[in-house]
């Protein structure tokens, strides 16, 4: 039975588009906001909505026992968690269940399976899914970790079982590093995900970060939606994802998807999920499984023509999919910006007022954002603020198209990335698609594209409200 009503414990562009995605399957929206979103554009555009607590996160947002509440209080059928905040949360997915209202994501086991990288390791090695040579299960002491070393060869990459961001992660390159590196990467991990466990893996040196979109309903259906390059990443954290992958062959394609279905399968996965790939080459291995809706999720819906988060909202009411894994045809080629509120050469946040806002439309383009005139960006939370998502026949229509917009793309009263990713755009190793995960890394002493200065028009790309 479809829901009548749906709280959405999330806040941004997020969970504007998850309200959209209600109003078209006529289902009522609650939205939550903290005391610094109250003048937010999900609070404006939902059917209900309910304070729920000061402007920290951890006393808004992640506070389980005021979500619930409010959930209660508004007698709503489900939550949509979005992502970040509670989307990976196991425990807040058990309370949603022992209330009787239904979580639009996986279940609390299999959250909280995948949530743990050393255990979704082995379970997806038992499942036959390519993993990187490493310890099986979490290294207890530096001699296990020797042996480790000694069995797979350095360079090695420590990771934090509960890990996430790129925190609690140490590369380690020389066996003299790796005592410091175990114990520094324990306590950054306990520090921020509350347990120190860490697990050991080989380390690439130049991988590309390729998933694999998924999807399953409450009856065992599973289908694959093709993949994402999700190379261009700073600090582990992504900036630019694209659909397809320049280096995925339509024969390594079928195979990752019906790795990622088969692995699906194998630990009960319902709802909309994302397997993670490094690739080495020719080689995948895999890393690790989002068990959520992705940011990226639109590069997606713009290749195979899908609305991820309709399907969602369906599978958690026990519809089936509505397509088949034949019906799934990758068209074209998407591309997306996430576009930060960030000084583009610093990466310093800049929250503020927005002063003015254009933004471009055209063929192909779609912009995911809640901002308007006159919204002021808090300083609380993430710091991303639109998300442009380009769609073409060919990548280099694309390429041109995403430039077109971007260039376009006027925000005033704040400093944006939007420089940043025309530097990107405009890079011939981007173009001709030759990139790792450490693109940024080896341009960063060579960025022309922050030292630009914008023009004061109606096309300016973005102008600081900073004296």
């Known amino acids: ?24 399957l006529g289902i009522e929206t609650v939205a939550v906001f903290s005391e610094a979103d109250r003048e937010a554009l999900h609070v404006q555009l939902a059917d209900q909505a309910i304070c729920i607590g000061p402007p920290p996160a951890a006393e808004s947002y992640l506070n389980v026992p005021a979500v619930i509440s409010a959930a209660e209080i508004s007698d709503v059928d489900a939550i949509h968690p979005g992502y970040g905040f509670l989307a990976e949360n196991a425990h807040f997915a058990e309370i949603c269940e022992a209330c009787n209202i239904k979580f639009i994501g996986p279940s609390p086991e299999v959250i909280r399976l995948m949530g743990d990288k050393a255990r979704a390791r082995a379970v997806m090695k038992a499942a036959g899914v390519p993993v990187l040579p490493g310890s099986d299960g979490i290294v207890e002491t530096d001699e296990q970790a020797r042996d480790v070393v000694r069995q797979i060869g350095l360079p090695v990459i420590i990771k934090a079982t509960a890990g996430g961001g790129g925190r609690g992660m140490r590369i380690v390159r020389t066996a003299t590093e790796l005592s410091a590196a175990l114990e520094a990467a324990r306590s950054e991990a306990r520090a921020a995900f509350g347990e120190g466990g860490v697990y050991i893996e080989k380390y690439i040196e130049e991988p590309r970060h390729i998933e694999v979109q998924i999807l399953a309903d409450e009856r065992g259906h599973v289908v694959h939606l093709g993949e994402r390059e999700c190379s261009i990443q700073r600090r582990h954290q992504k900036l630019l994802e694209e659909s397809p992958s320049v280096v995925v062959t339509p024969e390594m394609r079928h195979a990752l998807g019906a790795i990622a279905v088969r692995a699906a399968r194998q630990i009960g996965y319902t709802n909309a999920g994302t397997m993670e790939f490094l690739f080495d080459g020719e080689q995948f291995y895999f890393m690790e499984m989002n068990t959520r809706i992705q940011v990226e999720h639109p590069v997606t819906e713009m290749v195979v023509n ?3 988060v309709r399907a969602q909202i369906l599978v958690a009411a026990g519809e089936p999919i509505e397509f088949d894994q034949p019906d799934v045809v990758l068209a074209g080629h998407a591309i997306e910006c996430r576009i930060n509120a960030e000084d583009p050469g610093t990466f310093v946040p800049s929250p503020g007022t927005i002063t003015a806002l254009t933004i471009p439309g055209g063929p192909g383009v779609r912009v995911d954002t809640a901002l308007y005139p006159g919204y002021t960006i808090p300083p609380y939370y993430d710091s991303l603020v639109a998300k442009v998502i380009v769609h073409a026949r060919r990548r280099d229509i694309a390429i041109a198209r995403m430039r077109r917009v971007l260039e376009g793309f006027a925000i005033q009263g704040i400093k944006t990335t939007i420089p940043l990713h025309l530097g990107i755009l405009e890079h011939p190793d981007f173009i001709a698609g030759r990139f790792s995960t450490h693109f940024m890394e080896h341009y960063a002493h060579r960025r ?10 109606p096309s300016v790309r973005s102008v600081s409200s900073e004296a």
């Open 1 to 24: 039975m479809m829901f009548k009503r749906v709280l959405i414990a999330n806040r941004g562009e997020i969970a504007c588009r998850i309200i959209w995605a209600c109003q078209e």
């Open 306 to 308: 899908a609305d991820l």
């Open 448 to 457: 022309p594209d922050v030292e630009r200065s914008a023009p004061e028009s």
